[in-house]
């Protein structure tokens, strides 16, 4: 039991990382360009490093709520799908045996579709060139 119990806690603390995994990979992107930038425009280390941590941090809270936002609009589709895939299997009728004729209903006799053998007879042959 006490397997399904970290599951549970691991399924419940998964997005949370999402959100850490992507802030944190947006906030040291963001660091990276500005200190690559600011290197080959020529600026001084000082401020190539204090103008990079200001976008580390911009960059950090800009990716939460990216990530954030985007869980929950994915989690709201999701549930709007479940909602839909719900009414629509108690709307539609049960039955018992796949194939089964609905009562009711009229429905036509169809031929059985020809063999394949039967479709090779019922070719014509073309006439040869002797």
Do not use: W
């Amino acid at each position: 039991m006490a397997a399904l119990g970290n599951q549970v806690q691991r399924g419940e603390r998964e997005p949370d990382v999402l959100i850490r995994v992507l802030g944190s990979t947006l906030a040291l992107l963001s660091f990276a360009m500005v200190c690559a930038a600011g290197l080959a425009q020529g600026h001084s280390f000082g401020s190539v490093v204090k103008s990079a941590l200001v976008a580390l941090a911009a960059g950090g809270a800009v990716g939460v709520l990216l990530a954030y936002v985007v869980r929950v609009v994915t989690a709201e589709g999701f549930k709007r799908q479940f909602r839909q895939d719900e009414s629509a299997a108690a709307a539609a009728p049960a039955q018992s045996v796949p194939g089964a004729a609905t009562p009711g209903v009229n429905q036509e006799k169809v031929a059985p579709a020809p063999t394949q053998q039967a479709t090779r007879q019922a070719e014509p042959v073309a006439p040869s060139r002797n």
